[in-house]
Every structure is written in C-alpha cells, then in structure tokens.
C-alpha cells in the first residue's frame, strides 16, 4: 500500500518571525482614511458602455456635424425628428448611398450641355428665325427648370431618411413631392431582419438593402441602398440584444 | 375696328403669353416644393435644411424675376 503523505501548509510570507515582522510595520503605518465609493447607476453605465463599444468599428464615421451630402452619420448632432421622446438618442442616420444620385447628375450634365450643342450646330436644325430676347428668355427659362429638376432630386434623396434610435426604427419618406409619410416601430417589435447586397457597384461601394420585419403596423421597413448595410446590422442587432433571429 | 387687335395674331406675341404661362406654372410649382420643404423639415429637423431651403427660395426668386423680365421685354 503506498502511504500518502500531506505537507503542512506553509504560510507564503514566510515564517513566524516575518509575520510578526509585518504587524509591526502595519501598526506603525497609520491607516488609510476610507474613501467612499462613488454612488454611479452601475446597470444603465455598463449598458451605455457596452453600446458604444458595439459602435466603436464605425466611429469613424462620427463626425462633429453631418454634411450636406453624407449618407452614414453615427451619432448625428442637432437632428432631431417630428415624435422624439425624452432622453431618445439618434444612433444612426441613413439616407441612401450618393451613388444611387448618379442617374440624374448625369442627365443634369447631358442637359446643361445640350444647348450649346444646338447654338453649335444651329444650321442642322430647321428653326424658324426668332428675335434673340426671346432666344435669351428661352434660354435662362430652360436653366431654371434644369436647376429646379435637380433640386427636386436632391431633396428626394435628402429627406428619404431612415433614423435608427436606441429605442425604435423611424423611416421617414418622400416621394414624388406631395407625398411623404414618417413609420416609426419600436427595436422590441422587430421579428425578423436580413440585408442583401448585390451586383458590381452595390459590392463595390459597398451599399445594400436592409429588410425589417416587425410586429408593428407597419410589417416591413426596407432600408434601401444604405452605405455599410452589415455594420447597420450589427447596430440593430446590438440594440435589440443580440437575440432575434438575424439572417 | 379690329385692327388694334391685329396684335393678337401675332406669332411673338402668342409665344410671349406661352413663356409667361410656363414661369407662371413652374412658380406655382416652386411654391408647392417649397411649402412640401418646410414641411419635411419640421418632421425631420437637420442641421444643413437651412441651405436646401435657401436654395429653394433662390430658385423661386429666380423664376419670379424671369416672369417680370418676360413681360417687360418681349
């Protein structure tokens, strides 16, 4: 049989004669006064701390203020919108890429240069001779409309707005001019949420579609050709806890 | 009788009036952005609205003065 032997339990600090060493030190070194530790809300910090450090790859995108053409604003400043509650922080503004602006910048471009090519070669169109205050009139009108036309386009793309806030969802559109509705739904509703991105240009600037799927009213809430659109995903994710089925 | 009419036949004269009815239509065209803007920018409230209204009335003033210039000289 073999025997099992159990060591006696040295203290680390030494032997007696250290311990008694140390007493007296403790007794000739007076004591700390007792600080008292700072009341914080430990929950709502850690939970604020924990939230941030979620967004923390995007911070690059936090900028001081948000730009007149910027598409992905993490935390923007001096944005509000129209049913905001107290203490209600906008995470994330959306707006869909510029790219997507591309189509009528370039038939902006072919329409400012399409009067110079018909003054240019004039002689190939059968035009009626007419006084020039009228060519001047027709002129500047033409102008006007091509600057109202791009105006309109820009403030399609300017107000067709998705806000994402550490409470709810709020998707804000404007179609057409006179149409425009604002669908707000709560993070606790959401279902169901899934982006797609694809073909050359959304990979390559990297813009895609976000679905929401919600309890709410409204059951679908499509971020269309938002900048960044698996980043915008973690950030719902992050804000909903991590729970929800996530495609 | 009629021949202080005779105006009215008048090819520049008929393209005048057609000139000062499509300023007059795209104004009241403007005006409608305009107010859908200032609606927009109480639902949504950001920081750079200011210029796109700006921009807007810019282009309703511009059209305003094209309607008068019209009619003063053609």
Redesign the interface.
């Known amino acids: 049989m073999t025997d099992i032997f159990v060591a006696e339990r040295e203290n680390k600090l030494g032997g007696k004669k250290d311990q008694d060493n140390l007493t007296s030190v403790k007794k000739q070194v007076p004591p700390f006064p007792e600080i008292e530790p700072k009341k914080e809300n430990p929950p709502a910090r850690e939970e604020e701390k924990k939230q941030r450090f979620a967004h923390e790859e995007l911070i690059h995108f936090k900028s001081k203020?948000?730009?007149?053409f910027s598409s992905f604003h993490l935390y923007?400043?001096?944005?509000?919108?129209?049913e905001q509650e107290e203490n209600e922080e906008i995470i994330l503004l959306l707006r869909k890429h510029f790219v997507t602006n591309f189509y009528w910048i370039f038939l902006t471009v072919v329409l400012i240069f399409l009067p110079i090519i018909f003054f240019l070669n004039r002689s190939l169109f059968p035009v009626p001779p007419?006084?020039d205050?009228?060519n001047v009139?027709?002129f500047?009108?033409y102008f006007?409309?091509i600057?109202?036309y791009v105006?309109?386009n820009?403030?399609t793309w300017?107000?067709n707005?998705s806000?994402i806030t550490q409470k709810r969802l709020v998707d804000?559109h404007?179609v057409d001019?006179?149409y425009?509705d604002?669908a707000v739904t709560r993070l606790n509703l959401i279902e169901d949420i899934s982006f797609t991105q694809s073909g050359f240009i959304k990979s390559f600037f990297n813009y895609g579609d976000i679905y929401v799927q919600t309890a709410g009213e409204k059951l679908h809430f499509d971020f269309l050709a938002v900048p960044e659109p698996d980043h915008v995903l973690n950030v719902i994710e992050n804000l909903m806890g991590g729970e929800k089925n996530v495609q | 009788m009629y021949n202080n009419l005779q105006f009215l036949i008048n090819p520049?004269f008929l393209?005048k009036i057609l000139?000062l009815i499509?300023?007059f239509v795209?104004i009241i065209?403007?005006l409608?952005?305009l107010v859908?803007?200032r609606?927009?920018a109480?639902?949504?409230?950001?920081?750079?609205t200011a210029?796109?209204v700006t921009?807007?009335i810019i282009?309703l003033l511009?059209?305003a003065s094209?309607f008068l210039?019209?009619l003063v000289?053609?």
């Open positions: 203020e948000i730009g007149l923007p400043i001096n944005v509000s919108f129209k007419i006084p205050k009228f009139m027709a500047l009108l006007t409309i600057g109202a105006y309109i820009f403030i300017f107000f707005t806000l804000v404007f001019i006179i425009h604002m | 520049f393209l000139m499509m300023i795209f065209f403007m409608i952005v859908q803007v609606s927009m109480r639902t949504i409230n950001q920081p750079r210029i796109v921009v807007g282009l511009a059209a094209l210039t019209s000289i053609l």
